[in-house]
């Protein structure tokens, strides 16, 4: 089969699931992902003949597609700040919003490099690490933590931390369990705490796409209707004792509940709460300092 006859099939196939935008994208990802062919070596030879048994693997990939399955699933793989990282149901696939807190933590890590000879940083939630360990890459002189309850996703993140030669210490705790924080981990006096926990409730469930609910795993994304700050409400507490005086909170947060957890910030005695927009001009971000 040539080329352009594969990416009719994806079109074809696709478009009135995806766009035609995405399904191109999804094709040029998917055929330099298996056979090294980009998108410029794709539109300058349309008639090159792909083997047999490449074209089943890519027509693989077209039906898993179809039955809404996250293209870096089926490849394996996701890129998050420069980086790659391995991805599979066990845990969430990066997103652009937390590259955008990432990016606020290490700006702010850039801040606190002549202050401290070492920093301490906690993601709490961790998944697939991106977060940990694109703050580990970038902030050199930092000692970085993650913590997640999944066993099976720190599988996942000590993988990518070895694939991507960064420095990291993985916890597996509970950080709804008080009982838990007083593990050596939490002993440091941290300088930076990170989270992206769940938060999106049960009722929005409904305005989701079929390949983030029947894929992603609920554990990373959901909390119950009446509770759905549980996840914040038990990072700041834990925050209130393991900060360090002028240490700094980051938040990505649920768009539609950004006044609430500002607010609970407030109760909790932080200073400096500042909610942020995502590029797509959601609150998405919530940053605060340990009075």
């Known amino acids: 089969m040539k080329v352009l006859d594969l990416r009719y099939e994806f079109h074809n196939e696709l478009d009135q699931i995806y766009g035609k935008d995405e399904v191109d ?26 083997k047999t ?5 890519i027509t693989d990939v077209l039906i898993q597609l179809k039955k809404h399955r996250p293209i ?5 793989q996701a890129e998050f700040f420069g980086l790659k990282f391995m991805v599979d149901e066990h845990v969430l696939i990066p997103r652009q919003e937390t590259e955008e807190l990432v990016a606020l933590v290490i700006a702010h890590g850039k801040t606190l490099k002549s202050d401290r000879k070492r920093l301490n940083i906690l993601d709490i939630g961790t998944g697939s690490g991106c977060i940990a360990i694109s703050l580990a890459k970038n902030i050199p002189y930092a000692n970085v ?8 996703a720190l599988v996942v993140a000590k993988e990518n931390a070895k694939r991507n030669n960064a420095a990291v210490e993985f916890i597996n705790a509970n950080i709804l369990d008080e009982d838990s924080w007083n ?36 554990l990373a994304l959901f909390v119950e209707n009446d509770d759905p700050l549980l996840f914040y409400r038990k990072i700041t507490d834990f925050a209130t004792q393991k900060l360090k005086k002028g ?3 980051f938040f990505e947060i649920n768009q539609y509940l950004g006044a609430e957890t500002k607010q609970l910030l407030h109760k909790e005695n932080f200073s400096q709460i500042t909610l942020r927009k995502d590029l797509n001009g959601n609150d998405r ?3 605060a300092e340990k009075i």
Not at 53 to 57: L, N, R, W, Y
Not at 72 to 76: E, P, V
Not at 187 to 210: C, F, G, Q, T, W
């Open 25 to 50: 994208s999804f094709f040029c990802i998917t055929m330099e992902h298996y056979l090294g062919l980009n998108r410029f070596k794709l539109a300058m030879a349309p008639d090159q003949l792909i």
């Open 183 to 218: 593990l050596n981990y939490a002993n440091s006096d941290l300088d930076i705490l990170v989270s992206n926990p769940p938060y999106v409730r049960h009722l929005e469930k409904a305005s989701m796409k079929p390949n983030v609910l029947e894929n992603e795993p609920g």
């Open 285 to 287: 971000m919530l940053t």
């Open 247 to 249: 240490g700094q909170l």
């Open 72 to 76: 870096q699933y089926i490849l394996g």
């Open 145 to 152: 933590y993650a913590l997640d309850v999944s066993k099976d």
């Open 53 to 57: 048994e490449d074209t089943k693997v």
